[in-house]
């Protein structure tokens, strides 16, 4: 396994790695949701595999994982999906299961934090299925998720 190593004093030390949304396929979860949503929309929409990694697996940068989308839940602070993640790569499946909640927060309200998305009660609703990949967010804000040169 390739690793891409990193330090906290790192400039482009990992904020979280996880797999991540088109705006396209988030504003597919937003339309199929809900009519109206919490007024801040998320940046950068993502399920978060991991915070603040020391590292990552180079091999995963960029492949695609299947997202179904199995409830909502919204408590006025925060909006979000509860999800499922399907992939063909054992390493992503595996890091997916170590997930205690793997969701997608999609909006919050002024002052609200998107960890607490994973702290909503989720209503089932029709399932459907989106794409993302897996990928880093660096903590300079730019996003890793095409393969690593």
């Known amino acids: 396994m390739r690793c ?7 400039s482009t030390a990992y904020a979280y790695a996880g797999i991540f949304l ?5 504003d597919t979860v937003l339309m199929r949701t809900s009519p109206y949503h919490l007024p801040i929309l998320i940046d950068t929409p993502h399920v ?3 915070y603040r990694p020391t ?4 091999d995963l940068v960029g492949l ?3 997202i179904l989308v199995t409830g909502y839940g919204n408590d006025g602070a925060n909006e979000g999906v509860c999800v499922e993640l399907i992939s063909s790569e054992q390493k992503i499946m595996e890091k997916a299961s170590q997930i205690k909640v793997p969701h997608i ?3 919050l309200a002024e002052g ?10 989720f209503e089932a609703i029709d399932q ?4 993302g990949c897996y990928g880093a967010k660096l903590r300079d804000g730019s996003l890793l998720v095409t393969a690593l040169p």
């Open 22 to 26: 088109s705006r396209e396929a988030y």
């Open 112 to 121: 609200a934090e998107a960890v607490n998305t994973a702290n909503l009660s």
């Open 55 to 58: 590292n990552i697996d180079e």
């Open 105 to 107: 927060t999609l909006a």
């Open 64 to 66: 695609p994982v299947t």
């Open 4 to 10: 891409k190593e990193t330090s906290e004093s790192d």
């Open 128 to 131: 459907f299925c989106i794409e």
């Open 48 to 50: 978060t595999m991991s």
